[in-house]
């Protein structure tokens, strides 16, 4: 097409010609204005971020961006295909001699004294995680065995051409929905947690209109442009770990505790992250420990630049949540009392448990005086999910604008006044027992 248009380009209309004529882009520029008050300096004084003319320039370096070391391998998680069943088994014979293969890791390489278990930190409370997979898939993508190769390209086709065998393959629990029908819970949150403030089910009933309904509000990936990246280097008293990170003591801890050594024998270092959105806050470990395990057996340095497929099917995401309510309130929109059973998807693992940050934020800008919410983790055969943005508090709040919304309209109501209705004001509490005592909510909105 755009041949043909070259060929005509004196007689086409004007509207269509830019499609035949190469465009030239011009250098990005932008402007930003705001207001600067140079009595308050150096608050409001605009100042460049340290690392800006770096990062803007491209040459800020990341972890992937740190140059090759000798005799540098390169390492790829081998995953599973099927949840819920057994491992009967993971050959390797077809790719020993695949062009740049070196070695494959497994939970069996773990040197006596190390754990099979990147969740470890002191006092954290965690629940173990494997790193590697042994007689049981819990997800389809569940890591099993690492390749260690010559190039990552190399790595990434290895791990793809590992054949891993099943048995006793049951269906998965894959949804919340799956989970209630199944009774597929976590015994935390339990009967403590149940967030109760008046008496919920009484106000619902004399109200003048009552309501029910669902909501749900599904998962979302971070899509970090760095995915997890780690360099793992054997030295003479221990590791230096190069890791995309959030949370260092727990990758320093991730990687001692695989090889069965002092966590002052790792070094981790981190000098900036290219996007995490909590992905890296405890997903990364993962892959340091894996890296380190294959350091420690080769004595060469390991790197992975976990590609976006592993990354998308292996790593947790936002949770899921899925709501059972039932509201009360009068002609003119104001609850009088909300009772709810609060799902969320934890996936395979209870670690990063962002429930009750969205039990806290259920109220959200608005006063009611009467919950009852009940929440549950639901276990299901996904990977373990994790924090993302706003973890908790921003399901919650979509959970209760969705609820305003949804009374409004039963109700024949603008969704506005409703909102109004409902605002909290100065003085007033929430459900969790917070005073507000500079809460301008109703001023804003009506200055809006």
């Known amino acids: 097409m755009r041949y043909y248009l070259a060929c005509i380009v004196d007689d086409i209309s004007p509207r269509v010609k830019s499609a035949a004529v190469p465009y030239k882009r011009p250098i990005s520029q932008g402007v930003q204005t705001y207001s600067s008050l140079p009595s308050n300096y150096p608050v409001t004084q605009p100042m460049p971020k340290l690392s800006s003319a770096l990062q803007a320039s491209g040459e800020a370096q990341f972890t992937t961006d740190i140059p090759p070391y000798p005799q540098e391998l390169a390492a790829a998680f081998v995953i599973t295909t099927q949840g819920n069943a057994r491992i009967s088994s993971i050959n390797v014979d077809l790719i020993k001699g695949m062009p740049g293969y070196v070695n494959v890791v497994t939970a069996a390489d773990i040197p006596p004294g190390g754990q099979n278990n990147f969740m470890t930190l002191p006092g954290n409370g965690f629940f173990p995680e494997p790193i590697f997979a042994t007689d049981f898939s819990d997800y389809a993508g569940q890591a099993a065995a690492l390749v260690l190769a010559d190039t990552q390209e ?162 947790g995401k936002r949770f899921p949540f899925y709501a059972q309510f039932k509201v009360g309130c009068t002609s003119d929109g104001l609850i009088n009392g909300i009772k709810m059973t609060l799902y969320n998807d934890s996936g395979c693992s209870n670690n990063d448990n962002s429930i009750m940050l969205a039990v ?87 200055h809006k």
Not at 189 to 198: D, E, I, M, R, Y
Not at 245 to 250: E, F, I
Not at 412 to 424: F, I, M, P, S, T
Request: charged letters at 15%.
């Open 154 to 315: 190399y790595a990434n086709a290895i791990a793809r051409a590992v054949v891993v065998g099943y048995e006793d393959v049951r269906k998965p629990i894959l949804t919340i929905q799956d989970a209630i029908a199944a009774q597929s819970f976590y015994p935390f949150p339990g009967p403590q947690q149940v967030l109760s403030v008046g008496d919920a089910p009484a106000a619902i009933a004399a109200s003048a209109h009552i309501f029910e309904g669902e909501i749900s509000c599904g998962t979302q990936y971070h899509f970090h442009m760095e995915t997890h990246t780690t360099v793992c280097l054997p030295e003479d008293q221990g590791y230096t770990v190069y890791s995309s990170t959030q949370w260092t003591d727990l990758t320093q801890s991730a990687v001692a505790t695989v090889l069965g050594i002092p966590v002052s024998s790792v070094d981790v270092r981190v000098k900036r992250l290219g996007g995490a959105y909590g992905a890296k806050i405890t997903r990364g470990h993962q892959a340091a420990a894996a890296c380190a395990l294959g350091a420690c057996l080769t004595r060469r340095p390991v790197r992975m630049h976990m590609d976006i497929d592993t990354n998308m099917q292996m790593v």
């Open 360 to 446: 806290q934020s259920l109220d959200n800008a608005y006063n009611v005086s009467n919950w009852l919410v009940t929440p549950i983790s639901c276990k299901t055969n996904t990977c373990s999910n994790t924090f993302c943005r706003s973890p908790g508090t921003l399901p919650g709040i979509f959970i209760m604008e969705s609820l305003v919304d949804y009374v409004a309209k039963s109700l024949g109501l603008d969704v506005e006044q409703v909102k109004r209705a409902n605002l909290y004001q100065l003085g007033q509490t929430t459900p969790i027992g917070i005073p507000l005592n500079y809460c301008n909510i109703r001023g804003l909105w009506d």
